[in-house]
T-cell receptor, first 113, second 114 residues
Framework: GDSVTQMEGPVTLSEEAFLTINCTYT??????LFWYVQYPGEGLQLLLK?????DKGSNKGFEATYRKETTSFHLEKGSVQVSDSAVYFC????????????FGTGTSLTVIP | NAGVTQTPKFRILKIGQSMTLQCTQD?????MYWYRQDPGMGLKLIYY???????DKGEVPNGYNVSRSTTEDFPLRLELAAPSQTSVYFC?????????????FGPGTRLTVT
């Protein structure tokens, strides 16, 4: 079945450090891939997405590239800010399974000044 | 658009009580979902719906029921609440124009069963 595995946290970085959160997936079809962000006490918000192999999603300085050969969708940001502190979820949507979404366990990021 | 709204925001139940979590979306999306989020466990799909009148079980449906009588509403029913159902519950809808479709989440309901 479909699944998402992402890097466990928590991750603590200093402001302006480089961020990588690893995400790999298993899917039966040709999934779309997503990164969501959750701030304390709130629901999930879409951060970026990629719908086919080699697509790069980007938003607010974050990037992730859909790598079919390595079944990966790693999240990166060149210089994190304190306001980036949140929980990040990798997810996939498989249209062959009724558009169900499958989420990773989440990675908590704390950025310190 | 209000997006996806959920009520209540917080609730404390005693073991064996029942309740309904309400979810409404105003984006005319066909797909709707209920998830639970336990600490460190990510989101688990409880039930989902691909349109009015159609529902299907997700990964963790036991102890829950849903209905989808309209496109807008997708209530989640808890019968005989148990401590294991203590969690944060998120409703979501999925839709939009081709190429721009995405999932929208409600703010969540924090449920404690004691």
């Amino acid at each position: 079945g479909d699944s998402v595995t992402q890097m466990e946290g928590p991750v603590t970085l200093s402001e302006e450090a480089f961020l990588t959160i690893n995400c790999t997936y298993t899917a039966t079809g040709y999934p779309s891939l997503f990164w969501y962000v959750q701030y304390p006490g709130e629901g999930l918000q879409l951060l970026l997405k990629a719908t086919k192999a080699d697509d790069k999603g980007s938003n607010k300085g974050f990037e992730a590239t859909y790598r079919k050969e390595t079944t990966s969708f790693h999240l990166e940001k060149g210089s994190v800010q304190v306001s980036d502190s949140a929980v990040y979820f990798c997810a996939l949507r498989d249209s062959s399974t009724g558009n169900q979404f499958y989420f990773g366990t989440g990675t908590s990021l704390t950025v310190i000044p | 658009n209000a997006g996806v709204t959920q009520t209540p925001k917080f609730r404390i139940l005693k073991i064996g009580q029942s309740m309904t979590l309400q979810c409404t979306q105003d984006m005319n999306h066909n797909y709707m979902y209920w998830y639970r989020q336990d600490p460190g466990m990510g989101l688990k799909l409880i039930y989902y719906s691909v349109g009015a009148g159609i529902t299907d079980k997700g990964e963790v449906p036991n102890g829950y029921n849903v209905s989808r009588s309209t496109t807008e509403d997708f209530p989640l029913r808890l019968e005989l609440a148990a401590p294991s159902q203590t969690s944060v519950y998120f409703c979501a809808s999925f839709g939009g124009k081709e190429g721009g479709r995405e999932q929208y989440f409600g703010p969540g309901t924090r449920l404690t069963v004691t």
